[in-house]
């Protein structure tokens, strides 16, 4: 079992930054193994696909609504990943969590879960 848990949200003006973090414990000697995911979610809507991460940190993917302004990062010895969000948007007002997967680069199944940090954009 891998307990994540995130931090960093809060409430940023547009075009600002925020830089959130998720810190693994519990079974933290695998979480090099595991391809580390952002996703957010709005209220009455979906949960959205942010950006990953593989285990080395070589390669990453964006959903295009971030593409540019988004970087994740991870630190396997620290056992955390971060997401640096720049030039916020409102739209990117939401609940970001952080999941750990295995499996497939392009289709990880994410079996672990964070609680998610509130990020909030005002216009």
């Known amino acids: 079992q891998v307990q994540l848990v995130e931090s960093g949200g809060g409430l940023v003006q547009t075009g600002g930054s925020l830089r959130l973090s998720c810190a693994a414990s519990?079974?933290?000697?695998?979480?090099?193994?595991?391809?580390m995911g952002w996703f957010r979610q709005t209220p009455g809507k979906e949960r959205e696909f942010v950006a990953r991460?593989?285990?080395?940190?070589?390669?990453?993917s964006y959903s295009d609504s971030v593409k540019g302004r988004f970087t994740i990062s991870r630190d396997n010895a620290k056992n955390t990943v971060h997401l640096q969000m720049n030039s916020l948007k409102p739209e990117d007002t939401a609940v970001y969590s952080c999941?750990?997967?295995?499996?497939?680069?392009?289709?990880?199944?994410?079996?672990?879960w964070g609680q998610g940090t509130q990020v909030t954009v005002s216009s």
């Open positions: 999941a750990a997967g295995i499996g497939t680069w392009l289709a990880p199944r994410y079996d672990f």
């Open positions: 519990g079974r933290t000697s695998t979480f090099s193994s595991y391809t």
């Open positions: 991460i593989n285990w080395s940190g070589s390669s990453t």
